[in-house]
């Protein structure tokens, strides 16, 4: 092996320019797969406050039908929530939240600041667990009284109060005054399922009425499972709370629908209505392979260029006592150790992209991307699927030289 | 120790067949040291090729040692040339990116031999070669004979019982030509049995045999072999 690596090493200083080229087709490829699957992996992955986030299913949307070709699609209404869905049997809890599209302004002393604030249960912060830095977080009780009470996090609380302390403030959201009970860390706004500058606890607005299904409004309800595998049992419960739901024949209403998700599944069925993530997962790897065989293509043309340029080597180490294998294992080593140098340079480089993202706020306030284990590790899977895919066929094609026709090519 | 039977080679096209070799037959004995000549293109490279199974023959077997190799799969033709067989060539063939060290260590490393055991051995086939202040020099820094010798060098490194030189001074002024000879009929001295192409009948001379091959056939057999 070390003979292997050696013999790459020393492959790859002969010539420069092969591993210059080389080395920026591959680098460059991952650094782009890099900072986008950060994108994917920040919003999508189980870190932070969703650490917990493949246990939840997210009732996002409601579909009510009405005859002839009416049809209309909310979020639910707090009364759904409070007379069917708060009687859901699997779930072991239940996050109920009104999401305040868009922004809201905050008003402290001579502060006026720009926030988005998640009015929720007191379920919500069993299920996301933000860092509690000081004070505490709203109870259940407190969400029932609707109290004017408000977490806050600490970035928005040094921007407001400096360094005092910010527990028993009052700040003023919509003409209304909260005290604030606590301060948290502030999360990552690409995990838009917890993210709040302001956690206020829940207000249980009215249905839309008109010809509207009472069914509809605007809170999103998050059902967690603590054991995963109820995940399904979970989903088929809650479809079968939605086909149960009572039509409004004063609105013709025709039928009901609805969409239980998990959080992979959400853009999926956002884009195209496809609820399934395997097929999350399908699309990601397809366009991954997709991305990579153009550059993978290129470095196999260049591969078997400079093989050509090899064959008298070949047909030396053929020789003297070198196996179709052996050489089939010496050239996918070359192949490997070059696409894991560019691999390395290219996880440098998308760490500083990422670093160079978040430090001039490229994405959005608030949004910024992380880098973590799982991610180098997916890194390194596609530098080694990459060193596969692009040495393989070369390599195979250089170990089956006759070895005369190949010495006979050796220019000394 | 190594007996060709009815040996044939045929290149063939779409259109052509060529009959590089037809129906030869040849004994070596151990520890002998025979030259193949014959007039350019004639087939005694072929031949070479043949008997040091880097080719594989038309018609006719090859027995090396009372084996027949060329009935070996690659992985065991393979490791068969690596232990029996050594090769010098009339370019060298040496590695131009790996430097003389590393050349003549090339048949060792399709060995299980320790880093140690090879230094040895890569150390003491320089020293008969009287390389061994060139070791770490690339073969681009070498003169033609210095080459030659550390393809000779390599050839031996694995200590093979036969060895097969393709006109191995043919890229050689006099003086280098004769110091390659010299170096063969050391090693041929110290048991190594030697097949060697040539056009010089000089060197031919100094050899055991001389098989002379004519348009693809084996013509005569002379054994002159003169004092050197």
């Not at chain 1, 699997?90 to 922004?103: E, R, S, V, W, Y």
């Not at chain 2, 005694?44 to 199974?53: D, E, Y």
């Not at chain 2, 060995?111 to 086939?125: L, N, P, T, W």
Request: proline residues 3%; glycine residues 8%; charged residues 20%.
């Amino acid at each position: 092996m070390i003979t292997y690596i050696k013999l790459a090493l020393h492959s790859l200083k002969a010539k420069p320019f092969f591993t210059f080229i080389t080395l920026f087709g591959i680098s460059l490829t991952i650094t782009v797969l890099l900072v986008v699957g950060s994108l994917l992996d920040t919003t999508y992955g189980n870190y932070g406050m969703e650490k917990k986030m493949d246990h939840v299913l997210i009732l996002e949307q409601l579909r009510v039908t009405r005859e002839g070709d009416g049809r209309s699609s909310s979020r639910i209404s707090y009364q759904a929530y409070e007379r069917y869905f708060s009687k859901l049997k699997t779930p072991d809890k239940m996050a109920l939240m009104n999401i305040f599209i868009g922004q809201e302004k905050l008003y402290s002393g001579h502060h006026t600041e720009t926030i988005q604030r998640k009015e929720v249960n007191a379920s919500f912060f069993e299920i996301f667990e933000p860092e509690l830095l000081k004070g505490r977080l709203f109870t259940a009780e407190e969400v029932i009284q609707e109290s004017k009470v408000v977490v806050i996090t600490d970035a928005l609380a040094t921007i407001l109060f400096g360094t005092e302390d910010p527990l028993g403030k009052q700040v003023k959201i919509k003409s209304q005054n909260f005290t604030v009970c606590g301060v948290v860390k502030k999360g990552n706004s690409l995990r838009s399922n917890s993210f709040a500058d302001v956690y206020s606890p829940l207000t249980k607005l009215p249905s839309w009425g008109g010809n509207m299904s009472p069914h509809l409004g605007g809170y999103t309800l998050l059902l967690y499972f603590e054991d995963k595998a109820k995940l399904e049992e979970g989903r088929a419960e809650v479809h079968q709370m939605i086909a149960s739901l009572p039509l409004t024949k004063e609105n013709k209403e025709e039928s009901i629908s609805g969409t239980c998700l998990t959080n992979i599944e959400v853009p999926l069925n956002n884009l195209f209505r496809i609820q399934s993530s395997t097929a999350f997962y399908s699309i990601i790897i397809g366009v991954v392979l997709l991305f990579m065989a153009l550059p993978a293509f290129n470095l196999v043309n260049i591969n078997i260029t400079r093989m050509m340029e090899r064959s008298g080597e070949i047909g030396i180490r053929k020789a003297f006592g070198a196996s179709t294998w052996s050489l089939v294992k010496q050239l996918l080593m070359e192949n490997t150790v070059i696409s894991l140098l560019g691999g390395m340079i290219g996880f440098v480089l998308a760490a500083l992209g990422i670093l160079m993202i978040n430090y001039y706020q490229l994405l959005s306030v608030n949004e910024y991307l992380e880098m973590n284990l799982n991610l180098f590790l997916y890194g390194l899977l596609i530098t080694l699927l990459f060193s596969v895919l692009s040495g393989t066929y070369p390599a195979l094609k250089m170990a089956r030289f006759e070895i005369i026709a190949s010495l006979n090519s050796d220019k000394q | 120790m190594i007996k060709v039977q009815n040996l044939s080679k045929v290149f063939k096209t779409k259109t052509i067949e060529t009959w590089a070799l037809n129906d030869v037959s040849l004994e070596v004995n151990k520890g002998e040291f025979i030259s193949i000549m014959g007039p350019s293109g004639c087939g005694k490279s072929t031949l070479l090729s043949m008997m040091g199974l880097l080719d594989r023959p038309t018609e006719g077997r090859i027995m090396i040692n009372g084996i027949d190799p060329t009935q070996y799969a690659d992985k065991e033709l393979a490791k068969f040339r690596n232990q029996h067989l050594g090769f010098v060539f009339q370019s060298f063939h040496l590695i131009n990116d790996l430097n003389v060290k590393e050349n003549v260590a090339l048949p060792l490393m399709y060995r299980k031999i320790g880093s140690k055991e090879a230094k040895y051995r890569v150390e003491e086939a320089l020293e008969k070669v009287e390389l061994s202040h060139r070791m770490s020099h690339l073969p681009s820094q070498l003169s033609g004979g210095q080459r030659q010798r550390v393809a000779i060098a390599r050839a031996i490194v694995g200590q093979p019982s036969i060895l097969f030189a393709d006109e191995p001074t043919g890229n050689l002024d006099s003086v280098m030509g004769e110091e390659v000879m010299h170096l063969l009929m050391n090693l041929n001295k110290e048991g190594t049995t030697i097949v060697m192409v040539t056009h010089d009948e000089q060197q031919a001379k100094m050899t055991d045999r001389i098989v002379r091959i004519f348009d693809g056939k084996q013509v005569s057999v002379q054994a002159p072999k003169l004092d050197y």
